[in-house]
């Protein structure tokens, strides 16, 4: 459990920035993202698999101290162990392509890899080797296969190079994400030397008579001459 909400909060980290970064248009950032995910994950969970591999038998000791039992969970701890090693891989990899919107694809793999390969090889591959060593190879071998899928899902996808080149992303039809309704801004006003964000400014979009687009970022002085020079001007984000 430790190990898997280690890999997992880097899944949902790197979903996070990546749907935020691609609503703001910075590719460069979703991809920087999906690195970095990648690789303070692994150093992050080694350390956990260090630390867990290093005292699992005396852990193990804790629910039974028979020695057969110890080395039968320590095979165990082994297998899953390993098999978060490629759990870290696809759950990263998910999450950025959920970022995108493409959520749905993962999530078949996701299925078809975990379940599907897992139930095949009880069926087909455990019989012929009844050991706990055997079905324990269920763990890496199904996490394994899923990472491959998901990652030529990644390769096969690309959304970051189909949203440079202007085309659609996302599951159905990869529609990119819609405008925010223009429902007006909040005014900035300057106060003590800050800007603040107070009553909102009415409009419906841009192209209202006498509206104006504001890009994020736009410097809050020049928003302010805006407002000040045509009083209570409709603007909107783009």
């Not at 320590?74 to 696809?90: C, E, G, N, T």
Request: with cysteine.
């Amino acid at each position: 459990v430790i190990t898997y909400d280690i890999l997992n909060s880097f899944s949902q980290a790197c979903t996070t920035f990546v749907g935020q970064n691609f609503g703001a248009g910075r590719l460069d950032r979703c991809k920087k993202t999906l690195v970095l995910c990648l690789a303070e994950g692994a150093v992050f969970l080694a350390a956990a698999i260090a630390l867990i591999l290093g005292f699992g038998k005396p852990l193990l000791s804790l629910f039974n101290r028979d020695p057969e039992v110890i080395d039968t969970g320590y095979i165990r701890l082994m297998m899953v162990m390993l098999a978060h090693s490629f759990s870290l891989l696809y759950e990263v990899m998910s999450g950025y392509l959920r970022g995108f919107g493409i959520s749905l694809t993962p999530a078949l793999l996701t299925m078809l890899g975990v379940c599907g390969v897992r139930i095949s090889w009880v069926h087909w591959v455990f019989p012929g080797s009844r050991t706990f060593r055997t079905i324990m190879l269920a763990y890496p071998i199904s996490l394994s296969a899923t990472a491959f899928m998901i990652f030529l899902a990644l390769l096969i996808c690309r959304p970051a190079r189909r949203f440079a080149r202007g085309e659609r992303v996302g599951d159905a039809a990869c529609p990119q994400p819609p405008a925010p309704p223009c429902r007006g801004l909040s005014r900035l006003e300057r106060q003590d030397g800050a800007f603040r964000r107070s009553s909102s400014v009415p409009g419906k979009n841009a192209a209202d008579a006498g509206g104006c687009a504001l890009r994020p970022g736009s410097d809050p002085a020049i928003i302010l001459s805006i407002l000040s020079k045509k009083g209570e001007k409709r603007c909107t984000m783009i």
